[in-house]
T-cell receptor, first 114, second 116 residues
């Protein structure tokens, strides 16, 4: 398996524009996580899905952020409108089952909002 | 909600020496799982070691071992015979065993430098 695949790897956009980050989890994994990493706040859990259903989105910073998982092989994280403070590295991770099963991370998307 | 604390923002160790990274967590659950991840400059998150809370025996993976103190809610990582390739950010993570087992929370990280 190719692992968790995220696209794009880098994104530069202007303030106010819509940004969509994409993630393809590892086949057979039923859990998917979106994280945001910044120097100030570290690695924050934004939302996680179990069997395509959002379980906890309490980490989503505000209504400008939304996430979907229309099927088991694809998820998106959308920011609309984007702001400079959204600049960060966004990671997607997937996991099979629960418990001691580790989360496998994608390479991340570095988002810069100017 | 569970929280994970890493009190050492930065650490350094001499090559071939031993270093211990600290991690504490807060939870009311009795069943859970703990992990250490490594993030080198490449940005890739790599699992280093895992520990099940119901196991009293400390996990070991080659040069990496943990000291798990459940009552103290402490989970430190010991790196023996440190190598230059060990230089990275290290994150402690907690995963709950709730109905969905999906809560996966990370600490703020410790940046480890290895001096030649």
């Amino acid at each position: 398996d190719a692992g968790v695949i995220q696209s794009p790897r880098h994104e530069v956009t202007e303030m106010g524009q819509e940004v969509t980050l994409r993630c393809k989890p590892i086949s057979g994994h039923n859990s998917l996580f979106w994280y945001r990493q910044t120097m100030m706040r570290g690695l924050e859990l934004l939302i996680y899905f179990n069997n395509n259903v959002p379980i906890d989105d309490s980490g989503m910073p505000e209504d400008r952020f939304s996430a979907k998982m229309p099927n088991a092989s694809f998820s998106t994280l959308k920011i609309q409108p984007s702001e400079p403070r959204d600049s960060a590295v966004y990671f997607c991770a997937s996991s099979a089952g629960q418990g001691s099963t580790e989360a496998f991370f994608g390479q991340g998307t570095r988002l810069t909002v100017v | 909600a569970q929280t994970v604390t890493q009190s050492q923002p930065e650490m350094s160790v001499q090559e071939a020496e031993t270093v211990t990274l600290s991690c504490t967590y807060d939870t009311s659950e009795s069943d859970y799982y703990l992990f250490w991840y490594k993030q080198p400059p490449s940005r890739q998150m790599i699992l280093v070691i895992r520990q099940e809370a119901y196991k009293q025996q400390n996990a070991t993976e080659n040069r990496f071992s943990v000291n798990f103190q459940k009552a103290a809610k402490s989970f430190s990582l010991k790196i023996s015979d440190s190598q230059l390739g060990d230089a990275a950010m290290y994150f402690c993570a907690y995963r709950s065993e709730d109905n969905y087992g999906q809560n996966f929370v990370f600490g703020p990280g410790t940046r480890l430098s290895v001096l030649p």
